[in-house]
């Protein structure tokens, strides 16, 4: 399954012409909004198919967290297609050592990269071979960037923004 950004064009349409691959957007456009939002159903499906997955691939995104909440094998991957001479910041490089929650990703061993179509192939085939290796560095995941995995965060996250908006007034 190919699940496009929900925030962001993906050329779906050229997706659907690749063998064994099923492209689909679980989310509608908004006009005058940042773009296309998900209903409460379509973040249902993507649960599912986080739960489903044998392996999950993402290319800079918070998905990768999403994936080690369910245990599954994350691959990163670090090129740009077949494009040669990327610039560094339009590149996919640049999320692996410029956003700050993932290099704290990687830090934990979670997470595979993958630099080129031939390591992304031997990284799915070990993922699919061998689904628990890193299973103890995806808990670290969870523990530095989910923990506590208790259900209450908005009750934590109401607590903080109340307590900042107290010291404004």
Request: overall charge negative; proline content about 5%.
């Amino acid at each position: 399954v190919y699940r496009a950004h929900p925030k962001f064009q993906s050329p779906l349409e050229n997706m659907k012409r690749l063998h064994h691959v099923m492209p689909e957007r679980k989310a509608t456009y908004q006009e005058g909004l940042s773009g296309f939002e998900m209903e409460e159903a379509d973040e249902h499906h993507l649960i599912n198919s986080i739960y489903h997955a044998d392996l999950v691939m993402t290319a800079g995104s918070t998905f990768a967290i999403d994936a080690a909440v369910f245990d599954k094998p994350i691959i990163c991957i670090a090129f740009d297609g077949t494009a040669k001479n990327v610039p560094y910041w339009v590149s996919v490089k640049r999320f692996y050592d410029c956003y700050t929650h993932f290099e704290a990703l990687l830090e934990t061993g979670g997470v595979r990269l993958a630099s080129s179509p031939e390591q992304l192939a031997v990284e799915m085939n070990r993922a699919l071979d061998h689904p628990s290796l890193e299973k103890n560095e995806r808990k670290k995941i969870i523990e530095l960037l989910v923990a506590p995995f208790d259900g209450h965060a908005s009750e934590r996250l109401e607590h903080l923004l109340t307590q900042e908006v107290k010291k404004l007034l």
